[in-house]
C-alpha cells in the first residue's frame, strides 16, 4: 500500500536534548512537507522540500532543522532551542503541480 | 485579520442531519480548496479538493467555493456517526514552485447515533 509512515508515534524528549523524527513516503511524490498542530490552532509549516537536496523555511522553523538526501525520505530534527516542543508532529507529501498534500499519522511529541 | 477563519464549534448533530461546515479567507489569490477530516490522535485525510469557484459533489459530501464571497462550505448530508471528527479548510494560492498551505483551525463535529 503506498502511504506516508511516520515513526515513532510518541517520542519523548528531556532538557536539552535533540530529537529526531522519521517521515518516509513510498508515494513517490516530489514534494514533503513538516507541520505542527496545536490544540485549537491550525496546521503552521515548519520546513518544505520541493526537490531532493533542497528545502526551504516555513513560518515557525526556529529551533527545527531537515534534511532531504533521498526521495522518500523527509527526516526532522527537534533541537533543543525549540523552547515549546510539545506537540503533534505532521508530515505531508504531494506530487508536483497543483496537486494535493497527503498525510502521515502523526508523531506526537512531549517533554520529560 | 487571519488568512481564514473558521468556527471551531464544537458541532453536536443527531444522526442523519445534514451539517453545514464554513470557512471564510481574506486573499483573493487563493485558488485551490481543500477539506480535510481529523479523528482523533490520525494525520488529516484528504475529503474534496477544488478548484475555483462552484460545487463539488462525492458521495455524502458536497464543497461548495464562493470566491466573490471568499467563503467555502462542506455540507454532510445524513451524517453518521462515523463522520465525528474535527474538519479542517485549507487553501492555497495556483502556480508557481509555492505549495503552501493556509489553514482554518478545524472544526469539531459529534454526529450522535
Not at chain 1, 535533540?18 to 513516503?25: I, K, M, R
Not at chain 2, 482523533?40 to 478548484?51: A, D, I, Q
Not at chain 2, 508557481?96 to 482554518?104: D, I, P, Q, R, V
Request: proline share 5%; hydrophobic share 30%; glycine share 8%.
Amino acid at each position: 500500500d503506498g502511504g506516508i509512515t511516520q515513526s515513532p508515534k510518541y517520542l519523548f524528549r528531556k532538557e536539552g536534548q535533540n530529537v529526531t523524527l522519521s517521515c518516509e513516503q513510498n508515494l513517490n511524490h516530489d514534494a514533503m512537507y513538516w507541520y505542527r498542530q496545536d490544540p485549537g490552532q491550525g496546521l503552521r509549516l515548519i520546513y518544505y522540500s520541493q526537490i531532493v537536496n533542497d528545502f526551504q523555511k516555513g513560518d515557525i522553523a526556529e529551533g527545527y532543522s531537515v534534511s532531504r538526501e533521498k526521495k522518500e525520505s523527509f527526516p526532522l530534527t527537534v533541537t533543543s532551542a525549540q523552547k515549546n516542543p510539545t506537540a503533534f508532529y505532521l508530515c505531508a507529501s504531494s506530487s508536483q503541480g497543483d496537486q494535493p498534500q497527503h498525510f502521515g499519522d502523526g508523531t506526537r511529541l512531549s517533554i520529560l | 485579520q487571519k488568512e481564514v477563519e473558521q468556527d471551531p464549534g464544537p458541532l453536536s448533530v443527531p444522526e442523519g442531519a445534514i451539517v453545514s461546515l464554513n470557512c471564510t479567507y481574506s486573499n483573493s489569490a487563493f485558488q485551490y480548496f481543500m477539506w480535510y477530516r481529523q479523528y482523533s490522535r490520525k494525520g488529516p485525510e484528504l475529503l474534496m479538493y477544488t478548484y475555483s469557484s462552484g460545487n463539488k459533489e462525492d458521495g455524502r459530501f458536497t464543497a461548495q467555493v464562493d470566491k466573490s464571497s471568499k467563503y467555502i462550505s462542506l455540507f454532510i448530508r445524513d451524517s453518521q456517526p462515523s463522520d465525528s471528527a474535527t474538519y479542517l479548510c485549507a487553501m492555497r494560492v495556483s502556480g508557481g514552485s509555492n505549495y503552501k498551505l493556509t489553514f482554518g483551525k478545524g472544526t469539531l463535529l459529534t454526529v450522535n447515533p
